[in-house]
């Protein structure tokens, strides 16, 4: 398993700012994901990042809008650019594990909110 | 396209109940894996029990056992024995197994575990 920590772990902000978010694990992994989870939905994906090389965004996600840094095997950073109150949403850090078969582990979460 | 479906917004028993969860899933691929995650109202996901598609065993893992029909694209949860603590929003999740690792999720059930 892996131990995922995230910062901050709320956050209110206002229209038009930048808020970043840092993801620390315990350990050293491969693949890490960023996740939003707008309030009573279910997560959508907005990119994997892979240490040394640049996130892959999803559909409807660019990085102008969400930046992410990986700058180690153990860290990861992901900005919320420009903020609206669409951006509102809860923020997981995941990692890739390595057992079989893979399974993700999640940080806590960071909830943003944006007014 | 692949889609998880989670039939049940809501659900509520009464403690020391045995529940049912139920997910259905579409795909053409033939070797896969499934998960069930729990987040409770602390947000951190954690993953509750996952079975492979080519194990025909249903995965047990303490109170937490599944009914795996393969041919009906099945993937029900069942917790026994149910405690106050597994009030949370379950979450059911496919993965191909060559795929990329990205989890394609279901919308969730939320279940209340009453006194």
């Known amino acids: 398993s892996a131990v995922i920590s995230q910062k901050p772990s709320r956050d209110i902000c206002q229209r038009g700012t930048s808020l970043t978010i840092q993801c620390q694990v315990d350990s050293q992994v491969t693949m890490m994901f960023w996740y939003r989870q707008q309030p009573g939905q279910s997560l959508t994906l907005i990119a994997t990042?892979?240490?040394?090389?640049?996130?892959?965004?999803e559909s409807g996600f660019v990085i102008d809008k969400f930046p992410i840094s990986r700058p180690n095997l153990t860290f990861s950073t992901l900005t919320v650019s420009n903020m609206s109150p669409e951006d509102s949403s809860i923020y997981l850090c995941s990692v890739l594990g390595t057992g079989s078969p893979n399974e993700q582990f999640f940080g806590p979460g960071t909830r943003l909110t944006v007014l | 396209a692949q889609t998880v479906t989670q039939s049940q917004p809501e659900m509520s028993v009464q403690e020391a109940e045995t529940v049912t969860l139920s997910c259905t899933y579409d795909t053409s691929e033939s070797n896969y894996y499934l998960f069930w995650y729990k987040q409770p109202p602390s947000r951190q996901m954690i993953l509750v029990i996952r079975?492979?598609?080519?194990k025909q065993q249903n995965a047990t893992e303490n109170r937490f056992s599944v009914n795996f029909q393969k041919a009906a694209k099945s993937f029900s949860l069942k917790i026994s024995d149910s405690q106050l603590g597994d009030t949370a929003m379950y979450f059911c999740?496919?993965?191909?197994?060559?795929?990329?690792?990205?989890?394609?999720w279901g919308a969730g059930t939320k279940l209340i575990i009453k006194p």
């Open positions: 999740a496919f993965r191909p197994m060559d795929s990329n690792y990205q989890l394609i």
């Open positions: 990042a892979n240490q040394g090389s640049e996130a892959t965004y």
């Open positions: 079975q492979e598609a080519y």
